[in-house]
């Protein structure tokens, strides 16, 4: 069955970076668009990046534009996301989550359980 | 302030008939995207509800359905139940800028 199981959240302080992880099994990663989605605290969801299957192409949100790095290694089966700069607002749980086989537009059918970024000082 | 509008919340009796709407613009649902929309179960992470503006994957049951028209989409839960309360979240692609998946600022359903 498919798993996506991240890593790497914690507290870190204003201006600071994190790097997270996610560990994908159960499908053939090097096939699919990967993404990261967050939810601050009791807030909404919010789209920060996606990549490409073979990382040809990656896009930010406007509000992590310059700051955050999405990657991926596929023979690893591994998404990443590098966050510097960190601001308070990026205070949130970063989901890994699964887009479509070939469309951009397709849906996000699986989402990871989450881990915690708090950026605090 | 999210891209695709969302009332903030529904109510209904177990039993009864909800909708959710999702409005956007012309650069996405407009466009011609497909609308998704996904549940939130309190301290869970997101899963497919619909794909596709009325697809239904595998294991969600048929009293949920969507639609989808001109620059809106719309979620039914029928035959209401107790276990429906949660967040609904729609979600779409946006062809502005780079492209960008635009989601929904969430509906809390509540059963009374």
């Known amino acids: 069955q498919v798993q996506l199981v991240e890593s790497g959240g914690g507290l870190v302080k204003p201006g600071g970076s994190l790097r997270l992880s996610c560990a994908a099994s159960g499908f053939t990663f090097s096939d699919y668009y990967m993404s990261w989605i967050r939810q601050a605290p009791g807030k909404g969801l919010e789209w920060v990046s996606y990549i490409s299957s073979s990382s040809a192409y990656t896009v930010y949100a406007d509000s992590v534009e310059g700051r955050f790095t999405i990657s991926r290694h596929n023979a690893k089966n591994s998404l990443f996301l590098q966050m510097d700069s960190l601001r308070a607002e990026d205070t949130a749980v970063y989901y890994c989550?699964?887009?479509?086989?070939?469309?951009?537009?397709?849906?996000?059918?699986?989402w990871g359980q989450g881990t915690l970024v708090t950026v605090s000082s | 302030q999210s891209v695709l509008t969302q009332p903030p919340s529904v109510s209904g009796a177990p039993g009864q008939r909800v909708t959710i709407s999702c409005t956007g613009t012309?650069?996405?649902?407009?466009?011609?995207?497909?609308v998704h929309w996904y549940q939130q179960l309190p301290e869970t992470a997101p899963t497919l509800l619909i794909y596709?503006?009325?697809n239904r994957p595998s294991g969600v049951p048929d009293r949920f359905s969507g639609s989808k028209s001109g620059t809106s989409a719309s979620l039914a839960i029928t035959g209401l139940q107790a276990e429906d309360e949660a967040e609904y979240f729609c979600?779409?692609?946006?062809?502005?800028?780079?492209?960008?998946?635009?989601f929904g600022g969430g509906t809390k359903v509540t059963v009374l």
């Open positions: 979600q779409s692609f946006d062809s502005s800028l780079s492209g960008s998946w635009v």
């Open positions: 596709a503006n009325n």
């Open positions: 989550a699964r887009g479509d086989l070939h469309d951009i537009s397709g849906p996000i059918d699986y």
């Open positions: 012309s650069s996405n649902i407009g466009a011609g995207y497909d």
